[in-house]
């Protein structure tokens, strides 16, 4: 199955999307559309990201947009991605979940509506919350690694060093070995 890239737009408030069932079924894998679109929940320690380290944002698989960040991250030990913070509280709705004879808060996209897990208030500092995100909902937009830290003395240095492939001419010696 061929997925379509959600459109991205960085304005919290941005304009709702809204598609037909059959429209999500199209756009998102199996797995996606039973957690998003029916509130369903990946099983623990089986999701893409539960102990992902690599930095970026995540953006909801649905409808691109931004919802958490890789600095408010963190491992919570229960087996889906935890963070501490969404990327923007204007992003993220919350709505009452009896289901399971349970009562939790969901966690929804704000923009398309997607169930994105539960947020509870056992999390860390500074927020004290954790919200428990399953990864079947996210799309991870890595950070470009930092590149590395140029060492002009050492690699002229490591090139002076080099051997020359140049052959010698009139006007240039060749190089000492």
């Not at 559309?33 to 999701?47: D, L, N, S």
């Not at 690599?54 to 698989?61: H, L, P």
């Amino acid at each position: 199955m061929t997925q379509e890239k959600p459109e991205t737009n960085e304005s919290a408030d941005a304009k709702p999307v809204v598609k037909t069932d059959a429209e999500w079924r199209k756009l998102l894998t199996a797995e996606q559309y039973r957690v998003t679109r029916q509130k369903g929940t990946e099983r623990a320690f089986t999701g893409e990201y539960w102990n992902c380290t690599k930095e970026g944002v995540y953006r909801c698989v649905c409808c691109g947009a931004e919802l958490f960040t890789s600095d408010t991250k963190f491992d919570s030990g229960c087996g889906w991605p935890s963070f501490y913070a969404p990327a923007d509280e204007k992003r993220i709705a919350s709505a009452i979940d009896r289901s399971h004879g349970m009562v939790r808060i969901e966690v929804l996209c704000r923009r398309c509506g997607a169930h994105l897990g539960h947020v509870f208030n056992d999390g860390p500092r500074p927020t004290g919350l954790r919200y428990c995100i399953n990864s079947a909902a996210l799309k991870l937009e890595e950070k470009p690694p930092a590149p590395p830290a140029s060492d002009k003395p050492a690699a002229e240095k490591a090139k002076a060093e080099q051997p020359s492939d140049e052959k010698p001419t009139a006007d240039k010696p060749a190089p000492k070995k």
